[in-house]
């Protein structure tokens, strides 16, 4: 996508923010998955809604509670491994993924383009954050 095209789908996203659906639970998974919280989990995967010590013993596996209800967004989750290979490195580490390359992959999977472009965003954002925590825990 031409950048302008670009930069516009992430001014639409923003707008799905103010109207309250805006990819909360995409985020929220793809920071989860990236920070760490599948190689802590492995061994419960096969049990969804297993109440983990991680969290007090309360409440669902995050796996199940960030799933996202739109069809779309299950398949950019299904999708997040190969879209996290999209990404974009810079000198200060992991700066964002490489929009045009996602959309074509989502498109070749079947997510229409237009959705994709306000969601991927969302997932990026969580990839963001959760290397964001990376970089806080390597300090330390």
Do not use: N
Request: glycine share 14%; with cysteine; aromatic share 4%.
């Amino acid at each position: 996508l031409p950048r302008c095209l670009r930069h516009a789908a992430r001014r639409a996203a923003g707008a799905l923010d103010r109207i309250g659906d805006g990819g909360k639970r995409l985020r929220a998974l793809a920071k989860y998955r990236h920070s760490g919280g599948l190689s802590h989990c492995a061994g419960c995967r096969d049990a969804p809604g297993f109440a983990c010590a991680r969290f007090g013993g309360e409440g669902a596996c995050p796996e199940d509670t960030h799933l996202p209800r739109s069809i779309e967004g299950r398949a950019i989750a299904s999708a997040g491994l190969e879209l996290f290979h999209q990404r974009r490195i810079g000198p200060g580490g992991y700066a964002g993924l490489d929009m045009p390359a996602c959309l074509a992959l989502l498109k070749a999977r079947g997510v229409s383009e237009d959705i994709a472009a306000l969601l991927l965003p969302r997932w990026e954002a969580g990839l963001l954050e959760a290397a964001a925590l990376q970089r806080e825990d390597k300090s330390e």
